[in-house]
């Protein structure tokens, strides 16, 4: 058994030695081919980062960035886009819509469910506001539903809900 010793010291010597690393660094170190290959694609990228809110959203003005950067909105759009790729998932889009897409991207389903999820987040809003749209949405995709094995009303709302959770965790 080791004896250890205890004290301020050797407290504030272990402090600085495992100094956990910020979310900045961790997006930092992700910011390198081959998802960013060019130093152009690297500098617009770090500049995203500058522009992330607390909740991880790309708040930047983008036609600013182009002026700065002697760039496109077409060419930052593209390497925000890259975002969808790096950790955490969902980092640097423009809202929980974009979010939830780059997630759901990032998820090993059926391509059925895939198209399901994808309209279900795109008329997340529409469908949140009216019971009739969910409800014609739902049956819409009754059939892409019964697919996965989601058969009766009560099994299809629960598994609505295992979708929605994947995409909320």
């Known amino acids: 058994?080791?004896?250890?010793?205890?004290?301020s010291r050797s407290d504030?010597?272990?402090?600085?030695?495992?100094?956990?690393?910020s979310i900045y660094d961790?997006?930092?170190n992700q910011i390198m081919p081959p998802l960013f290959p060019t130093k152009i694609s690297q500098e617009i990228a770090l500049e995203i980062i500058n522009y992330l809110d607390d909740s991880g959203y790309f708040t930047g003005d983008i036609e600013q960035m182009c002026k700065r950067l002697d760039t496109s909105p077409q060419q930052i759009e593209k390497i925000r886009a890259r975002f969808a790729?790096?950790?955490?998932?969902?980092?640097?889009?423009?809202?929980?819509?974009e979010s939830f897409l780059f997630q759901l991207y990032n998820i090993d389903?059926?391509?059925?469910?895939?198209?399901f999820v994808k309209k279900l987040i795109n008329e997340f809003k529409k469908l949140s506001q009216d019971?009739?749209?969910?409800?014609?949405?739902?049956?819409?995709?009754?059939r892409p539903l019964k697919e996965i094995n989601v058969s009766?009303?009560?099994d299809r709302r629960v598994g609505i809900?295992?979708?929605l959770s994947l995409l909320y965790d």
Not at 12 to 21: F, G, M, Q, S, V
Request: proline share 2%; aromatic share 12%.
């Open 131 to 142: 019971k009739e749209k969910y409800d014609s949405f739902i049956n819409e995709y009754n």
């Open 161 to 163: 809900g295992r979708i």
């Open 152 to 154: 009766d009303d009560e």
């Open 85 to 97: 790729h790096i950790e955490p998932i969902g980092i640097g889009a423009i809202d929980f819509k």
């Open 1 to 7: 058994f080791l004896n250890t010793v205890s004290n």
């Open 109 to 115: 389903i059926d391509e059925n469910l895939y198209q």
């Open 26 to 28: 961790i997006l930092y």
């Open 12 to 21: 504030a010597i272990e402090a600085l030695t495992i100094e956990e690393e």
